[in-house]
């Protein structure tokens, strides 16, 4: 995410020339992939922008093929039953599609269970599927991976639960690291001997030989990939009544699991699970899984903890990524994209990111990425009904599945481009959201939006520089130099839309016109 200017001409940037139409990147807009895990069976069919795609199928059955593993060493008859069931639809469903062939993988309980190859052999002449049983260290380097897909260059540990194991594995600088699986998944501590305490020390003594294996250092961010932490999270949001209930990218602390565990233990299972939202085969593994984290993140003591809704699926999906690719910015990326498809002038983004990027001189790098997002997606909602359009444009920022975003960084887009169609935002529905930014940005939001409300009034062209805003803070005055050519479009409702953005930086504003 550097500054970057291509060499095939033209400057992009400090996020790069666009890749999604490059040829080689078109290949990967609609890929499908099959997930076999422990407890559920999915087909997920990415499509869009390839760096950052949106999930244009995503289906899931919990089979539950895991289930008694432990103690028979075989799948579960009655998950055999189902799974197979729900790939025989799959693989129909991928021919309508045209995205054939699927890539498949299953984990632990296939890999383990004595009847693991004839289960794959039966898939294949039943379905056509070819399934890829990977191994534990894979499966974690995939989940990694997939974290990637959505964090460009992070660090920390990626924790992966599924039903049978749980695989954790070290990122730094863009690079999967040291990996290791263990028998921490729910379906298998259901089997564990020993009652409560037997339960406790089994999963006290497994996370203890994990930390000395990893090398675990305390102060690292914890990443969180896997239906059970999901549910988890769901759990945490209801009983903190938080207002965003979008799952990736939701940050807990230590001593919030700890909360939650006791919130969990002493809630009514069924009532909880309706009001979080979490399915009963789910919530059923819930109370173990949160055993587990409660003692993962004692031991770990991490910095804080992030839920990511980015996993093997998608590591599957950046392993088909040429390294040019991976390194693009899967906001912008997903953003240049909508533009292209949505706005009414595309490649007018760019001009208006330049246009309104004098207003914030000390913004950093992470901002700017924000901001220019903000630009790209200023006009793609402009079909919605005019009265609507700004609560349009706050749903679409806040709820889309956007990859490298904060929840306070969804909230400052959504803003801005709330903004962007109305000058107020008192009354809005959406107010209890804005409690999670700071006055501050909630002030440079409403520039941003009112910056881009005045710039939208001045298209000449989708390649065509209209004027230019400078903005001295210390003396507190706004000036817009503008082309000739802008002349007539400075009209009654831009000079009320430069006055809006003035006041809201109280500012003294002066125009002028370029001879």
């Not at 903890?305 to 910015?329: F, H, K, N, V």
Request: charged fraction near 30%.
């Amino acid at each position: 995410m550097n500054e970057h200017s291509d060499a095939q001409g033209g400057d992009w940037g400090p996020f790069g020339r666009p890749l999604f139409d490059d040829p080689t990147s078109r290949a990967l807009s609609r890929v499908g992939v099959v997930d076999v895990g422990s407890n559920s069976v999915r087909l997920v069919v990415f499509d869009g922008a390839a760096r950052s795609p949106a999930y244009f199928y995503n289906e899931k059955i919990m089979c539950a093929l895991g289930e008694g593993l432990s103690e028979t060493g075989r799948l579960s008859p009655r998950g055999r039953e189902r799974a197979l069931k729900a790939l025989k639809r799959f693989a129909t469903l991928a021919v309508g599609m045209n995205i054939t062939p699927l890539t498949a993988v299953a984990t632990a309980a296939v890999r383990e269970a004595e009847d693991g190859p004839e289960f794959c052999e039966e898939v294949l002449r039943e379905t056509g599927i070819e399934i890829h049983v990977i191994s534990g260290d894979e499966e974690a380097r995939l989940s990694a991976q997939g974290v990637l897909l959505g964090w460009p260059g992070s660090y920390g540990m990626v924790c992966d639960i599924g039903g049978s194991s749980m695989e954790l594995a070290d990122i730094d600088d863009g690079k999967v690291g040291r990996r290791l699986t263990s028998a921490l998944g729910p379906l298998k501590l259901k089997e564990v001997k020993g009652g409560d305490k037997g339960l406790e020390d089994y999963i006290r003594t497994t996370i203890d030989e994990i930390h000395a294996e990893m090398k675990g250092e305390t102060g690292m961010r914890l990443f969180l990939v896997g239906g059970s932490w999901r549910a988890i999270a769901r759990c945490d949001m209801t009983r903190r009544d938080y207002p965003l209930t979008v799952l990736h990218e939701y940050r807990m602390t230590t001593e919030a699991v700890a909360e939650t565990r006791a919130y969990i233990d002493a809630e009514d299972p069924e009532d909880l699970r309706g009001r979080a939202g979490v399915s009963s085969d789910r919530m059923a593994l819930v109370p173990l899984a949160i055993r587990v984290l409660d003692r993962l993140v004692k031991v770990f003591q991490p910095k804080d903890i992030t839920i990511s809704s980015y996993g093997i699926r998608e590591g599957m999906l950046y392993e088909q990524m040429p390294p040019a690719l991976r390194d693009r910015d899967p906001l912008i990326e997903a953003c240049r994209f909508a533009e292209a498809k949505d706005a009414r002038m595309p490649g007018f983004g760019p001009i208006l990111f330049d246009f309104v990027r004098p207003l914030f001189p000390h913004a950093d790098w992470q901002r700017k990425r924000i901001i220019k997002a903000a630009c790209l997606l200023h006009d793609v909602s402009w079909r919605a009904h005019p009265d609507y359009r700004p609560q349009v444009c706050f749903d679409n920022a806040t709820r889309a599945n956007l990859g490298g975003l904060k929840h306070s960084e969804r909230i400052f887009l959504g803003l801005a481009l709330m903004h962007r169609y109305s000058n107020k935002r008192e009354g809005a529905r959406y107010k209890q959201m804005f409690t999670l930014v700071s006055d501050e940005d909630k002030r440079e939001a409403a520039v941003l939006g009112k910056a881009m409300r005045l710039g939208a009034m001045l298209w000449l062209g989708a390649e065509t520089v209209p004027g230019n805003l400078a903005w001295n803070a210390v003396d507190k005055t706004l000036t817009l130099d503008l082309d000739p050519r802008a002349r007539a479009l400075y009209g009654e409702v831009a000079e009320q839309r430069f006055k809006s953005l003035a006041s809201t930086l109280d500012a003294t504003g002066e125009v002028r016109i370029r001879d």
